[in-house]
């Protein structure tokens, strides 16, 4: 039986990666990443020489071709994001779907667990973590209006992502939301990376005291109650 190994892999800092996770992907037949050019750069620095090929979110793509046969042939394989667990939040859970449905009991398909922004920002935040709704990326246009209704009526904290280009956008948006404009907020920017950031207080408090430093980076938002 082959096995498909669902690998986490750093969000910044190099040494996040677990021993594990080493081992594993010297032991594998082949490495499918997200981007080849991101994956070779951990590869080299651990001196990992393994095959690389990328696979593809579009599940029917001939990328994805390579995956397959050798996971039918019994070969192992690492699957890998950018940066983080494959398949939260990630369009790579499409890739394990497909996996599932069309290989079935042939595959074990093995997590190798690392690191998650969502779960760093949140251990750090000082909100309550004994229940928590994590709600990935806000839908760029069509959605919107019900993704911060979605935050605003949780009744645990909220953790979601958000990039540097819509980040002003979504905290003004939290800011002008009378629901939401009083509520705790921590952001995390550049988890693990050099110029790590965290910011705290309400959505206003923040926009005014860092506004356009928010531009710069991944971020992770966790809202309080």
Partial sequence: M???????TPIGNLGDISLRALEVLKQVSAVAAEDTRVTSKLLLHYEIKKPLFAYSYQIDSPKNKRLFDLLRDGQDVALVTDAGTPGISD???KIIERVLKELGDTVQIVPIPGSNAAL?????SGLPTDKFLFLGFPPHKKGRQKFFQEVAGSLHTVVFYESPHRILKTMKELASNPELSGLPL?????LTKKFESIYRGTAQEILEKYGNELERGELVLVVGK
Avoid: V
């Fill in 120 to 124: 760093a920002a949140l251990s750090i």
């Fill in 91 to 93: 369009p790579g859970g």
């Fill in 186 to 190: 921590m952001i995390g920017r550049e």
């Fill in 2 to 8: 082959s096995k498909l190994y669902i690998l986490a």
